[in-house]
């Protein structure tokens, strides 16, 4: 199995549009970049889409990715469902698993493309192309928000989603002692009603005895990637997991 971070920054991406901090700076001259939230799980020749970001045409050519097998949405903000469009002219029907309340909640933006929705109930496994995975309620105001718990052949990874730090103890229970822990962490620190803060997310991942951290959703309030990363494991596009043989490996895309 191999777990792919297609994009690790939050909504506006870096570098932000009309922004001229020094990180969106530096993105710009060194060319590199945070796009928008998504996750792909690879197992058995299948793939599986956690999210889909509005920067999902130049994600799947980057990483030469013919075909998607499922889509698991996490929760009705643009940032993670807006790409759906993006095959939706080359590819039909693709199964979108995801609670009734979220299916609902971006449905409304949906009705002029066709997919096939699935409802998963909240803590009810579903396997795809071999993988279990597990829709765990988080805490996201104002809308309904869940983490996802991959699990295969005895590893786990947890996927926060969206979520401040108050995630409720069922969830909490369900995402213990992961191999893989990638958490979102909108800013490096300050308080946010809707996100966690680099030391919140460090601090979860410490509590859930993660074996590995990495911290997603970045928003340009850190410093550029080449120094961020001295203090936080910040994750970078395209960054790959690949699991198997007793041992977690790590390497950039090509
Ligand atoms: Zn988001
Ligand atoms: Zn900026
Ligand atoms: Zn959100």
Known sequence: ????LLGTGDSPGTPVINCHCRTCEDARR???ERKRF???VQNNGKTVLIDTSPDLRRQLLDCKVEKVDAVIWTHCHFDHFGGFGEFYRVQNNVRVYSTPQIHDDIGYFMKFMSYKPIEVDAFESFNVGGVDFTLLPVNHPPVSAVGVKVEWKGYKVVISGDTNARIPES??????NPDLFIVEALAPAGKFRKHMNAREAMELGKRLNAGKIVLTH????Y????IAVKS???GEDY?????????LDEFIGD
């Open 38 to 40: 998504s996750v792909m």
């Open 218 to 221: 970045l928003g340009h309030f």
């Open 1 to 4: 199995m191999i777990i792919t």
């Open 239 to 247: 960054q790959s997991f690949s699991f198997g043989e007793g041992r």
């Open 30 to 32: 060194k060319g590199w």
């Open 232 to 234: 936080y494991p910040v």
């Open 223 to 226: 410093p550029p990637h080449h």
């Open 171 to 176: 969830t909490l229970r369900e995402m213990q």
